[in-house]
């Protein structure tokens, strides 16, 4: 597997030479200040593709191309945005980057509750706690059918945790889960969240899924016509949300996809973290059913709990047989290999995903929530260990 790491373009605090220091080869990274719903222009990528390659690097993965929430939802100028989107991904093609990912995920890209979570060894990890986003959901947000989202236990634990809550710690849930908005903090008012929110609950599961279908069959063919691979990748956490349709969240999901638009460019991003959240997801027999599909890979660990909470765990250490998923990789690139017959293949980007905020960066300015440097080395050493041993007991068989 390709060696990659997750880089936020020139204002991140990690910079290239600390990537390449770190052993990785390739960067996974965004024009995080386009708009989104605007063209990538190919002047853009190829600015930004050289600053990479200037410093050793290769971009190998973008992620992602944003999707507008208007093409989500079939509303406003969507036909036209996707368009754009079009473009974009001819422009990245034609620039040398062909490995695309992205989310369908609706009003929330992803969702914890605490950014901080200390665990025995006083390093801190994300996690997303039942109790705590039911009872912002239902006391502090106050959507309308909050209360039927969940369970008898799960809503009476939410309404004592919400009254022993401090107005600062009810302050810090509110910021943690807004984190996970598109535009972060400051982009919303709670008006403004319940209002979206009803949108995407108005069109319903089957509504939505046939929204990225639809998307999927206008844009798969300029994928496949410039050689680029789409990998979406899934919800996270796999489950609803708010009451929020979610449609990439379990193994049916991900073949009702690659069902929808048969191409070699229609492909998965293979998040551990995000589909392990989830104990009726098989890693292992996912990797193996959809191998040749799988064109990106974001391996991360997590602990699951009864109620739907989970955190990240180290790498190697949490619920997921990540030996397991490694070795069901390697064994698709070897396939891939042998299907190529000395020709060059498409090998499987890989990068440590999240990691523990350890001392060495507790006050250190600029660390975004799971993207410290410390704590992703860590998990790349780990997991290249992994990889290594892995890769002699494949190549031998």
């Known amino acids: 597997m390709i060696e990659t790491w997750r880089w936020f373009g ?74 754009n989107y079009k473009t974009s991904i001819r422009n990245a093609a034609a620039s040398g980057v062909y490995t695309i990912c992205y989310n369908f995920m609706p009003v929330v890209d992803w969702t914890r509750t605490n950014l901080m979570y200390k665990l025995p060894n006083n390093s801190h990890a994300l996690r997303f706690e039942m109790t705590d986003f039911a009872a912002y959901d239902m006391f502090m947000l106050k959507r309308d059918g909050a209360a039927e989202s969940y369970a008898p236990k799960v809503k009476e634990k939410a309404q004592q945790r919400f009254a022993l809550m401090s107005e600062l710690e009810r302050d810090a849930l509110e910021k943690n889960i807004i984190a996970g908005l598109p535009g972060g903090e400051g982009s919303y008012t709670r008006d403004s969240i319940r ?65 929808a638009c048969p191409s070699p460019a229609n492909g998965l991003t293979m998040c551990a973290g995000s589909y392990g959240a989830r104990g009726d997801n098989n890693l292992v027999q996912m990797a193996k059913d959809y191998g040749p599909k799988i064109y990106f890979v974001h391996l991360r660990n997590v602990i699951r709990e009864a109620d739907g909470s989970f955190f990240e765990s180290d790498h190697l250490a949490g619920d997921n047989d990540m030996v397991g998923l490694v070795e069901a990789l390697l064994t698709e690139e070897k396939r891939r290999s042998k299907e190529a017959n000395g020709q060059a293949y498409l090998a499987i980007p890989m990068r440590p995903d999240h990691g523990h905020l350890l001392e060495d960066e507790l006050d250190k300015a600029g660390v975004k929530p799971g993207y410290s440097y410390v704590g992703r080395l860590k998990g790349l050493a780990e997991l290249r260990g992994v990889i290594h041993t892995v890769d002699n007991f494949v190549n031998r068989q």
């Open 10 to 83: 020139p204002s991140d605090s990690i910079s290239l030479q600390k990537i390449r220091q770190a052993g990785a080869t390739g960067i996974v990274s965004s024009l995080h200040e386009v708009k989104t719903g605007e063209i990538w222009t190919a002047e853009a990528i190829v600015e930004r593709k050289k600053v990479i390659e200037d410093a050793g690097l290769e971009w190998t993965v973008i992620e992602s191309i944003p999707l507008h929430n208007d093409i989500k939802t079939r509303t406003g100028d969507y036909l036209q945005l996707i368009e």
């Open 195 to 259: 209002a979206a929110i009803q949108q995407f609950i108005d069109i319903g599961t089957e509504g939505f899924r046939q929204n990225l279908f639809l998307f999927l069959q206008a844009i798969i063919p300029v994928a496949e016509e410039v050689g680029a691979k789409m990998c979406i990748h899934p919800d996270d956490p796999p489950f609803s949300l708010f009451g929020l349709p979610r449609v990439v969240s379990t193994a049916s999901d991900a073949q009702a996809l690659l069902d």
